[in-house]
Nanobody, 114 residues
Framework: QVQLVESGGGLAQPGGSLRLSCAAS????????MSWVRQAPGKGLEWVSV????????SYAISVKGRFTISRDNAKNTLYLQMNSLKPEDTARYYC???????WGQGTQVTVSI
């Protein structure tokens, strides 16, 4: 069955960096667009970034463009999100998602605070 397992979240200071990972299994990873979505406390879901199956075509929300980088290793069935120049407003639970499907991971918490 499809499984998506996120990791790499934690506490970071403003201006710091974190790298999230999403280990995928149960489907042909390289055939699917994959995305990152986040949910801040008390707020709705916010799309962050998407990658096509090859990793060559990517897109970002305006709020993270220039600071976050999505990438993937299809040999390892893993999706990544490199987050630099973190801001307190990046605090959220981050989920990976098979684009345009109901398949989601359990999420990983990112907290940006002094």
């Amino acid at each position: 069955q499809v499984q998506l397992v996120e990791s790499g979240g934690g506490l970071a200071q403003p201006g710091g960096s974190l790298r999230l990972s999403c280990a995928a299994s149960g489907f042909t990873f390289s055939s699917y667009h994959m995305s990152w979505v986040r949910q801040a406390p008390g707020k709705g879901l916010e799309w962050v970034s998407v990658s096509d199956g090859s990793g060559l075509s990517t897109s970002y929300a305006i709020s993270v463009k220039g600071r976050f980088t999505i990438s993937r290793d299809n040999a390892k069935n893993t999706l990544y999100l490199q987050m630099n120049s973190l801001k307190p407003e990046d605090t959220a639970r981050y989920y990976c998602n098979i684009w345009d499907t109901e398949y989601w991971g359990q999420g990983t918490q990112v907290t940006v605070s002094i």
